[in-house]
């Protein structure tokens, strides 16, 4: 599938894989997707433009979403019985502020190939499925913003709760994929 990605394509999904990087995140899901997009010039930036998305506010707002959505679950933890503040008091006590936060960073760090989720590789996927629907044999990154809000995923969540007009947003990337 990856042979039939445009320029643009292909470095949104390496920017995406940057994005992971420097957020220390452990998977690149669909958020990681958008802020590539958004960040680079293009035809879902476009898109995004023209559906009235103020680019800089959705991009500080996603990662922030991302930096958010990587942090422990206390209350996941807190059902298997342990208690997050106890550990890290405990954690810091021992090794001072912040350690848990550093250890984190300092393991995801060395991994060399940051993984997809599945909602990265559906929306991926649904890109393809866009392309063809719209009859172009190229992956344009219009296509990938189409895929990114087709189905519901953390992408398509941080438009709506940002106030975008996802169909809106649609509309104006098929139109910018159709003309790339």
């Given at each position: 599938?990856?042979?039939?990605?445009?320029?643009?394509a292909?470095?949104?999904?390496?920017?995406?894989?940057?994005?992971?990087?420097?957020?220390?995140?452990?998977?690149?899901?669909?958020?990681?997707?958008?802020?590539?997009?958004?960040?680079?010039?293009?035809?879902?930036?476009?898109?995004?433009?023209?559906?009235?998305?103020?680019?800089?506010?959705?991009?500080?707002?996603?990662?922030?979403?991302?930096?958010?959505?990587?942090?422990?679950?206390?209350?996941?933890?807190?059902?298997?019985?342990?208690?997050?503040?106890e550990?890290?008091?405990?954690?810091?006590?021992?090794?001072?502020?912040?350690?848990?936060?550093?250890?984190?960073?300092?393991?995801?760090?060395?991994?060399?190939?940051?993984?997809?989720?599945?909602d990265?590789?559906?929306?991926?996927?649904?890109?393809?499925?866009?392309?063809?629907?719209?009859?172009?044999?190229?992956?344009h990154?219009?296509?990938?913003?189409?895929?990114?809000?087709?189905?519901?995923?953390?992408?398509?969540?941080?438009?709506?709760?940002?106030?975008?007009?996802?169909?809106?947003?649609?509309?104006?990337?098929?139109?910018?994929?159709?003309?790339?």
């Open positions: 599938m990856f042979e039939r990605f445009t320029k643009d292909r470095s949104a999904v390496v920017d995406a894989q940057l994005v992971a990087r420097a957020a220390h995140s452990d998977q690149i899901d669909s958020r990681h997707l958008l802020v590539a997009l958004a960040e680079c010039d293009g035809p879902a930036r476009t898109a995004l433009t023209d559906g009235g998305i103020d680019v800089a506010e959705l991009v500080t707002r996603a990662r922030t979403n991302i930096e958010a959505g990587d942090a422990l679950d206390p209350a996941a933890l807190a059902a298997v019985g342990i208690d997050l503040d550990v890290t008091r405990r954690t810091e006590e021992t090794f001072g502020a912040g350690a848990l936060t550093r250890a984190g960073r300092i393991l995801r760090g060395r991994r060399k190939h940051v993984p997809f989720t599945a990265a590789k559906k929306s991926l996927e649904l890109a393809l499925r866009e392309a063809i629907r719209l009859g172009s044999k190229e992956i990154g219009g296509h990938l913003l189409l895929g990114l809000t087709r189905a519901e995923s953390p992408a398509r969540s941080i438009l709506s709760d940002g106030g975008a007009d996802v169909e809106r947003v649609r509309h104006f990337a098929e139109g910018t994929s159709e003309a790339a």
